[in-house]
């Protein structure tokens, strides 16, 4: 094998490390990478000697740190990540505005959660019956902190 398809394999066995650092979850391509280059150079000792089998470890290492480093750079990882964020909230209201008793209606199916409509507040509800269809009058059962629990009116 020429020292030529010896390097080759060596920098496919490092692109496929790189690979599996930054694209490819798992193992095995990471593995196949590290087999790769292994064997590239493995391959060099055997066909071209001591000294240049020792000049293409020392290249091997060498580019490797120098991906490594490069590849863990804060910069790296901020454009290969996901910057979003979660902008939700939970079903906040005042616990005077609504109490235990007060009625309203119910603006969508509680299946049995759903929305409705107390005291001209939306807000999220949770039926104690099963399902409420849409329209429906309820009464307020119970608040849990953000919780409110109803049940149908008639």
Known sequence: MSLTVAILIIL???????LEILVIPGIIVGIIGVLLSIGGIISVY???????????LLGTLVSTAIMIYFTFRSNTWKKVSINTSIDGKVNTFNT?????GETGVAISRLAP????????????VHSMEGYIN????????????NKIIVKSKS
């Open 12 to 18: 496919l066995g490092l692109i496929l490390l790189l």
């Open 113 to 124: 959660s759903g929305k409705a409509l107390v005291n001209g507040i939306q807000v999220e």
């Open 46 to 56: 055997v066909n071209q000697g001591n000294t240049a089998g020792n000049m293409v």
């Open 96 to 100: 005077e505005q609504i109490k235990a």
């Open 134 to 145: 849409e329209g429906t009058s309820i009464i307020i059962a119970k608040v849990d902190e």
